[in-house]
């Protein structure tokens, strides 16, 4: 058997990881009540939001409440592990391997097939996947399997939509490897006729419920009450667009790149999509690796993550942006998403950053309790951070936020990355949706 220096090196060091101790278990402080058992399936009528922890990337997967589901990212970094976490439940398969198994459990869970959607928030490897020529050949076309090669590989995947689609040349042509298997992938898509759609700021109804299983009527529905449990996703942002509020309108923040000198121009993180989930009071908002960085001030079109934060308005829950790297939530980003859980898709030595901590707890940026959940914390991270990251909830597991019918509660679930059991850790709630709005 050969095994080459870096997977032996690599699996040394997931030996030493494994035997630190937890950071869960240091935060047990402010965890709350314990459970064991293995997480109820989705319900008709519920909402269910997994913030998936491969401890390599991004993927969140959503269920709306007619059934109908989005996957948005299947990163799969190839960063060592000394700055990544290592892979989640094991490295015995790749991270979008791992998805497209989770997906594939909860859709038989609830007597479903196949994703309807899959959103790539931006072109980066921790949110599609990387790929070496080691990476296995597809068996439906010209590209390797990784992230949501990998996802496509084993679901069925309704429509791909992406920022980019079908040019992929805005603001500069695509490079890498990476990016050259992507565009195989979507090529072999269009070649099947399978949908493939850029993602267009503004627009409420790219992403529909199908109706692959009827609503039950909110409790007590009324007229009104049934009005209120309406679901929708609101694209709010893209390559600089950003919904202004009214119609499909929007506005652009970027300047005309003629106007930019090279080392100015907006750089991929800049060009995420944003979105709004709507269920009656309930909201969630996230934005891919969307960023607030003006470089002090200096460049003041860059403060995308706040903009687009701002014409959200308060939700319940908001993901950390960006991993909740220096970079991305801005003061006044914080102030007006105001949510009752913050959830960091983390997983590299510097998610998060202390400061991006700082104001998600912050009382002074926005008042009453809050809960922060990583999907994936370093040792390395915890110890650096730990004034502040010993007040997470939760720091290791897949976080699985459930919105109950009609959208008026919710609960947080953590459940145990390290197998396929999907073991409830832990559980919060309910909490009261639209707590926050009008604070
Ligand atoms: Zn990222």
């Known amino acids: 058997m050969h095994i080459d220096r870096r997977n032996f090196l690599q699996g040394l060091l997931v030996t030493q990881l494994s035997a630190l101790p937890i950071p869960n278990a240091l935060a047990q402080d402010n965890a709350g009540p314990a459970v064991d058992r293995s997480m109820e399936p989705w319900a008709p009528g519920c909402m269910d939001i997994h913030h998936i922890s491969t401890g390599r990337g991004n993927a969140t997967f959503v269920m709306m409440p ?33 998805v497209g198994r989770y997906l594939n459990r909860h859709f038989k869970a609830a007597g479903l097939a196949g994703l309807d959607y899959l959103l790539v928030t931006h072109l980066h490897p921790d949110h599609l996947g990387d790929v070496t020529v080691a990476s296995p050949l597809s068996a439906r076309g010209d590209y390797r399997l990784t992230g949501v090669t990998d996802v496509a590989e084993i679901v069925q995947v309704g429509t791909l939509i992406d920022r980019a689609f079908p040019s992929y040349d805005f603001p500069t042509k695509l490079v890498g490897l990476f990016a050259k298997n992507y565009l195989g992938f979507v090529k072999s898509r269009v070649d099947r006729g399978e ?47 950003v919904w202004t509020g009214t119609g499909q309108e929007t506005k652009s923040m970027f300047p005309p790149l003629s106007e930019l000198e090279l080392r100015d121009y907006p750089n991929e993180n800049l060009c995420s999509t944003a979105v709004r989930l709507n269920y009656g009071k309930f909201g969630y ?75 998600m707890f912050s009382d002074r940026l926005y008042p009453g309790a809050r809960d922060v959940f990583a999907t994936s914390l370093m040792q390395e991270n915890y110890l650096a951070n730990r004034r502040l990251a010993r007040r997470m909830r939760s720091s290791d597991g897949h976080v699985v936020v459930r919105v109950a019918p009609g959208g008026d509660t919710f609960q947080v679930q953590v459940t145990d990355n390290a197998d396929e059991l999907d073991r409830v850790k832990l559980s919060l709630g309910p909490y009261v949706s639209g707590r926050n709005a009008g604070v």
């Open 66 to 98: 007619d059934g109908t589901s989005l996957l948005i990212d299947a990163g799969a970094t190839a960063d060592t592990l000394d700055v990544s976490c290592a892979p989640k439940p094991s490295d015995e398969r790749r991270p979008g391997e791992w």
């Open 195 to 241: 949908r493939v759609e850029r993602f267009r700021a503004g627009s409420g109804d790219q992403f529909r419920m199908l109706k692959h299983i009827a609503v039950p009527r909110p409790p007590q529905g009324n007229t009104r009450d049934a009005a209120r449990a309406e679901f929708g996703i609101r694209n709010l942002a893209v390559n600089g667009e």
């Open 285 to 359: 908002f996230t934005a891919g690796d969307l960023t607030s960085y003006s470089f002090d001030g200096d460049l003041p079109w860059r403060n995308l993550l706040t903009a687009a934060a701002q014409i959200a308005g308060s939700v319940d829950v908001a993901t950390a942006d960006h991993h909740g790297m220096f970079d991305g939530l801005s003061a006044d980003s914080v102030r007006a998403l105001r949510p009752q859980a913050w959830v960091v898709a983390s997983w590299h030595i510097s998610h998060p950053d202390q400061l991006q901590l700082e104001r």
